[in-house]
């Protein structure tokens, strides 16, 4: 898996946007990257994921540079519901990682009312 | 779609025994990872089972096993458990295992080993 770097922590107000970066400098040009959250002693959630264009579903959106070696993640009104600690993921390319992703340390997002 | 089950959610065993813990992927689903969290070393992968085999294994002791059935549902194994096993132990599905399957966590079962 390509190295993911994310900052230990970050706050958010309630209702603004929570922007959570990811530097992923060694991405290989046909690695994915995977962004998940873990709510406190729950599994992980898959939040989204995207290769090169900007990518946005009904949970947030993902930013990645043009040269791939950065992404961040948005929450457009973050609320309460959302403090957990946010992975930034790029598993194997290749085409198979037989199953493998590699969670690093996280990013502990805490949203304050 | 139901997502993914596993059972039990609680668990409390130990030292020396051994705990089976199951994992029901989602429909049509045929890969299963299994992860182990513990708040020392985060979450580490502990194998991966596509169509009844092992096709990936992490770092982990031979204490550690599993198997996939025809249905896709695994079950893992942990033999004379130690002190050290107590985690949150997660399993993900997807519908294959190629980097562009998303995999799909579930609550996650917590051992207690005493």
């Known amino acids: 898996d390509a190295k993911t770097t994310q900052p230990p922590s970050m706050d958010c107000a309630e209702g603004r946007a929570a922007n959570l970066p990811c530097n992923h400098s060694?991405?290989?040009?046909?690695?994915?990257v995977y962004w998940y959250r873990q709510i406190h002693s729950q599994g992980p959630q898959y939040i989204i994921h995207?290769?090169?264009n900007n990518e946005t579903n009904e949970m947030a959106s993902l930013i990645i540079t043009e040269d791939r070696k950065s992404s961040t993640l948005i929450l457009p009104h973050a609320t309460l519901r959302d403090t957990a600690v946010y992975y930034c993921?790029?598993?194997?390319?290749?085409?198979?990682?037989?199953?493998?992703?590699?969670f690093g340390q996280g990013t502990i997002l805490t949203v304050h009312p | 779609k139901a997502g993914v089950t596993q059972t039990p959610r609680y668990l409390i065993k130990t030292r020396g025994q051994q705990v089976t813990l199951s994992c029901s992927p989602i429909?049509?689903?045929?890969?299963v990872s299994w992860y182990q969290q513990t708040p020392g070393q985060g979450l580490q992968f502990l194998f991966e089972?596509?169509?009844?085999?092992?096709?990936n294994k992490g770092n982990f002791p031979g204490r550690f096993s599993g198997r996939q059935f025809s249905n896709s549902r695994s079950e893992m194994n942990v033999s004379t458990l130690e002190l050290g096993d107590s985690a949150l132990y997660l399993c993900?599905?997807?519908?294959?295992?190629?980097?562009?399957?998303?995999?799909?966590f579930g609550p996650g079962t917590r051992l207690t080993v005493l």
């Open positions: 995207g290769l090169k």
């Open positions: 429909s049509g689903h045929r890969s």
């Open positions: 993900a599905s997807s519908l294959g295992h190629r980097e562009t399957d998303t995999q799909y």
């Open positions: 060694t991405i290989s040009g046909n690695e994915y």
């Open positions: 993921i790029a598993p194997n390319a290749g085409g198979t990682s037989y199953g493998k992703l590699t």
């Open positions: 089972y596509f169509s009844e085999t092992q096709r």
